[in-house]
């Protein structure tokens, strides 16, 4: 049970972890994901770098369609121009991981608000049609032009390197992964605290009169698509490190959709719910899987029914989720920290 | 010297006319208040200072300048704030940030700052939030409802957080378009009183309409009556109520 809950300054008042209970669950949780790497087998640390880069996409995304109200279906793009760029410069001027890194995010922002500049005339379903093209424009661009791309073979890319460390296995890479993705939760979060947060959502709930509170409406729906596209471009580089090949078949259009579901299952619009729902649409299908494979050798029939089924009970989830918490995972999770607050004590 | 001036400001949509050669000026830290019937233009005289319509012809100054063709964010920005008639509060967010948006346009934070935090948006945000209770907060007697979300509040209350929210804008102007529609008598009271003192204690000009005549005639300095999109009388409340023109846009006109 929480007492005690005063304030005394408003730097107090408006911080983050708000309470010394919060900070002791918040230290927890880093030192449970900074053993979590020596206690994993290799398979798990694949997962959780995965997870990881998910996390980092969906946050992304969530800043532009959740906050920001600009429905993106071209999200899988921006973070394969990400890992293009990534590919590109680490193969053709091997340039090291720590500069392609925030270059992947630069030139996904770039493409970002060029995509992002017909939201000064359109908005809603219409936009959302403009970042389907876009969508299949950079997908073409991915499969045809083979010079650079390397067409739909890929690019094979090196192990990652820092000051002549090679990050060549799971375990390693965990250490860049998650950082990174700590940094870019961080910074999403901070970006709410502040005037700029607060614009994208006054645009998302009454874009004419943000207009008329001293909101430049274009500007501001360029930083959103900027912002957005840049955590998806050093989602995308990230991705290229641990796969280590790049290849258009990793961002066609059902990988933006998928984006799309994290942040709807999540909860629209909260950073925590972006991570909760890259965590749930990463886990849940593997999850599925392991338990499908307990299965395995007792009957090859019934196995042949039950792999399709997998893909069914994970939408049949969804929707599940969805008609009881259409906030998603982050309205569930402040519920249930409701209930404890008082807990042991009903009322 | 006028603070808002409006001359010959004409609006059509298509071949419908709206508003049709109206001019009027506002002086400094007066109350000045807009009647009619409904559907004579009112609202649309507000949507063209504000400038969220384009006129067709016709010239409006504010603070010594033209900013007939200035956009509506930079408008807010040299000090025009406004509140709307069917409350345009950000539902998704809580009292407090809808309060601290409205200062948007005198706050600094870039892009990367905000990202950033640390630093000078910290301190940035910390100066707001202390300016915003002391100024906005207490003056208007919300503090227990700083944290709730806005779409929660009763109607009245809404009312007083959009007032809020346009206070932390430092307008040198505030237009209000209809502040007490829809209120009980006390919330009535209540919002005349904070109108009156922004008007008494911060030097605020207000550029009112209202259906409520009992507020109009208590608290306008002087009041402009337009009907069919054209002005047809401008006076001390006393006089407008006596004007004939306006008694016959009210009530009608006898039959011979």
Redesign the interface.
């Known amino acids: 049970m929480r007492i005690g809950d005063y304030k005394e300054s408003?730097?107090a008042?408006?911080a983050v972890f708000r309470t010394g209970t919060v900070r002791v669950w918040m230290l927890l949780l880093f030192v449970a994901m900074a053993v979590f790497p020596f206690w994993a087998g290799p398979y798990l640390l694949y997962m959780a770098n995965l997870t990881g880069v998910a996390i980092i996409a969906a946050v992304g995304l969530n800043i532009l369609t959740g906050a920001a109200g600009q429905i993106s279906l071209g999200h899988a793009a921006f973070v394969g121009i990400g890992a293009y760029t990534a590919a590109i410069l680490t193969t053709r001027l091997g340039l090291p991981f720590l500069i392609c890194l925030p270059l992947s995010g630069i030139s996904a922002a770039f493409f970002g608000m060029i995509v992002g500049a017909p939201s000064m005339r359109m908005k809603g379903l219409y936009l959302c049609i403009a970042t389907l093209a876009a969508q299949m424009i950079f997908e073409f661009i991915f499969v045809h032009w083979t010079s650079v791309t390397g067409g739909i073979r890929g690019i094979n890319v090196p192990t990652a390197s820092i000051f002549g460390i090679s990050f060549d296995t799971e375990f390693k890479m965990y250490f860049i992964t998650v950082p990174i993705m700590v940094i870019a939760v961080s910074?999403?979060r901070?970006?709410f605290?502040?005037?700029?947060?607060?614009?994208f959502?006054?645009i998302?709930?009454?874009d004419?009169?943000?207009?008329?509170?001293?909101?430049?409406?274009f500007q501001y729906k360029l930083?959103a698509f900027?912002?957005s596209s840049f955590f998806a471009g050093v989602a995308g580089c990230l991705q290229v490190y641990i796969l280590k090949i790049v290849t258009p078949e990793h961002f066609p259009l059902h990988e933006s959709v998928r984006y799309l579901a994290m942040i709807i299952v999540g909860g629209l619009?909260s950073v925590l719910g972006s991570i909760f729902g890259a965590i749930f649409m990463t886990c849940v299908p593997e999850a599925l899987q392991s338990l499908l494979s307990l299965f395995q050798g007792i009957d090859d029939k019934i196995m042949s029914y039950l792999y399709p089924l997998q893909t069914v009970v994970f939408g049949m989830l969804i929707v599940v989720f969805l008609v009881f918490e259409p906030h998603g995972l982050a309205e569930m999770w402040r519920r249930l920290k409701d209930y404890f607050r008082l807990w042991p004590f009903e009322h | 010297m006028a603070i808002l001036s409006v001359d010959n400001l004409s609006l059509s949509f298509g071949g419908l006319s709206v508003l049709n050669d109206i001019s009027f000026s506002v002086n400094p830290g007066e109350i000045f208040a807009i009647i009619g019937p409904n559907g004579a233009g009112k609202t649309s005289i507000l949507n063209c200072i504000?400038?969220?319509y384009k006129p067709s012809a016709g010239r409006i100054s504010f603070d010594g300048k033209d900013i007939t063709r200035t956009?509506?964010?930079?408008r807010?920005?040299r000090g025009l704030a406004?509140t709307?008639q069917n409350i345009?509060?950000?539902?998704?967010?809580t009292v407090l940030?809808n309060i601290?948006?409205?200062?948007?346009?005198h706050?600094k934070?870039?892009?990367l700052?905000?990202?950033?935090?640390?630093g000078p948006?910290?301190r940035?945000?910390?100066t707001l939030?202390?300016q915003v209770?002391q100024d906005v907060i207490d003056f208007l007697e919300i503090e227990a409802i700083r944290k709730q979300a806005v779409g929660s509040l009763a109607y009245g209350l809404q009312k007083r957080v959009e007032l809020a929210?346009a206070l932390a804008?430092h307008p040198k102007v505030l237009l209000m378009d209809e502040p007490v529609a829809g209120m009980n008598a006390e919330e009535t009271e209540d919002m005349a009183r904070f109108v009156l003192d922004i008007q008494e204690e911060r030097d605020i000009t207000v550029v009112l309409i209202e259906h409520d005549m009992n507020v109009i005639m208590d608290i306008s300095d002087r009041v402009m009556v337009v009907n069919f999109g054209q002005k047809i009388a401008e006076g001390t409340p006393d006089e407008v109520q006596s004007h004939p023109e306006v008694i016959k846009a009210y009530l009608g006109q006898k039959k011979d």
């Not at chain 1, 605290?193 to 614009?199: E, F, L, N």
């Not at chain 1, 004419?208 to 409406?217: D, K, P, R, V, Y």
């Not at chain 2, 956009?71 to 930079?74: A, T, V």
């Open positions: 408003y730097s008042d408006e910074a999403a901070n970006l605290r502040t005037r700029v947060g607060r614009a959502i006054a998302r709930d009454r004419i009169s943000a207009e008329l509170m001293g909101i430049n409406l930083y900027a912002t619009g | 504000g400038g969220f956009s509506p964010d930079r807010a920005a406004r709307f345009a509060l950000f539902r998704g967010m940030d601290k948006l409205g200062a948007h346009a706050l934070t870039g892009l700052r905000a990202l950033a935090y640390w948006a910290h940035e945000e910390m939030r202390e209770e929210r804008m």
